[in-house]
């Protein structure tokens, strides 16, 4: 039987990012999983007018989408949880930058996504930044046979309904495939 | 060592959906993972322009997000390897009503989010349709202490780098809590 649970997001899990922008000066994080994927080559930032990262994604247009592993669990959390408003996050991680120069980028997460700002949309209370994705990089030992291996990576995935994170599991098929010939069965 | 992969979306996993939406009158399927939050209570559907399902979503202004479990990964993918423009999907599913009274949901996805069009975004040669959720449905099974359980769902998640569904894994932690004084270790 349908249970009728109200106007509930359940579009879960997402993916749980570490979003790096310089704010005066100097990069600050913030744990976002509220992203989305806009065509194929962009991502959207759902950020709330409220955080402190937004100024200078807006100043600098640059940003970058960083996926930590499980193993930084806990740095990530503590990323949505201490506002840069307050706490100076800086040091937290070693980072890098790449051709877009003001878009750091965290060196300890397996995968790092350096984003061009390309448009902003209004939305209610957000800011919802769309970042073209200008480069993407790897650590090696998270690939197999040159492919993004997540079994490796390892991501944190956010679930909203019971406010926890989850892991990733295993390969169940092929996409674009395993539904050949469906409707002949 | 950092590899550089050029400009690769790798913000995944995302959650495998089900878009239903009426078309010349009768529910089509389609399948999109390239799916993102909107503030809290909204979705965006980033669908490309050739798709036969935007003319309807354009016409009624509703549709909705229907998540489908593990067990239906066949007729999940099927929905993404064939067009209503060449197939009448509309019996492929048992379809159910809500309050939209055109947005019409699949009774067998576990999960079923009914939305109202609210903000349409032109990117490059997609439509990126904003919907806002006006009434979420989850069967009973699916639930534990009147919770959405991710466990009891087994979502399909879609991840782009190897072109494959995977399975969602066991909990690692509390979100807003594991992190809680990182700093002072």
Known sequence: MKIKLGAKNC???MPTTLIDANVDG??????MAHVGIIGVGAISLSMNQIHY?????????TFSVNIPSDKMVRETDYCGLVSGKKVNKADLFENFYGQLETAPMIKGCPINMECKLIQTVDFQNYDVF???IVETYCDEQFMTDGIVDLS???PILFVMNDKSYWRIGERIAKAWNIGKGFKSD
């Open 11 to 13: 579009l879960y899990p």
């Open 26 to 31: 100097k990069p600050n994080y913030i744990t």
């Open 130 to 132: 769309i970042g073209e």
């Open 53 to 61: 990262t937004n100024a200078g994604i807006k100043e600098n247009k």
């Open 152 to 154: 490796k990576v390892q």
